[in-house]
């Protein structure tokens, strides 16, 4: 090849090189023409529930079947002293809190009271309510909560708890043998004796 050809060849080999080098550029900077970033985004809502109550199977001591809301003690009493009978139930609700809550407890009488209206207070050496206690378990909160009947009110209790939770509330209640509003063993004046209470699971 003479020295002409040679220069000839370098010089389309260099433009070709050149070409191929715009080529790519011109590439790239339609491949960044044809790009684009967008955002796709979802909003989870903070929500808490609770199902209807369950009873606890093998955890049930003279209590009668969960009916609805409604946990009726089989005999309250006893038969020879009239005075209340050891009682022990477990309810469980399954529940979940995607967020940090609280969770509480409240009674509405602060013990099982007669709830006959107008009567007048229990005669002397006779008792007219039960105190018993309620134990709450749910995520990291294990508390205990006592309506001791010492008076006839609201009383509640609130758990705070810092994170979501999944699972079942548990609270089990009890009943002590014996347990009045007066004092050990003493009897109970007849009637029907009642406590509501309701579990509520919110916004700190």
Known sequence: MTRTNRFKAAVLAGASAVTLLLLAQMARAQDDDNSRDFVVRGQVPKVCTIASPTIGAGQVVNFLSLTGGTLQVDQLTDPVTLSTRAASAQVN?????????????????????????GLTPAPTGFSDAVPYTATLAWGPVNSRFEADASARRIRD?????????????????????????????????????RDTLRLTVEPQ
């Open 157 to 193: 209790s609130a758990q705070l708890v810092d994170q979501p939770v999944v699972g079942d509330v548990t609270l089990r209640l009890d009943i002590q043998p014996g347990a009045t509003n007066l004092q050990t063993n003493a009897p109970l004046v007849s009637g029907v004796y």
């Open 93 to 117: 609700f399954a529940a979940v809190c995607n967020y940090a809550h609280q969770i509480m407890l409240e009674s509405q009488n602060n013990g099982l009271w007669r709830s006959e209206l």
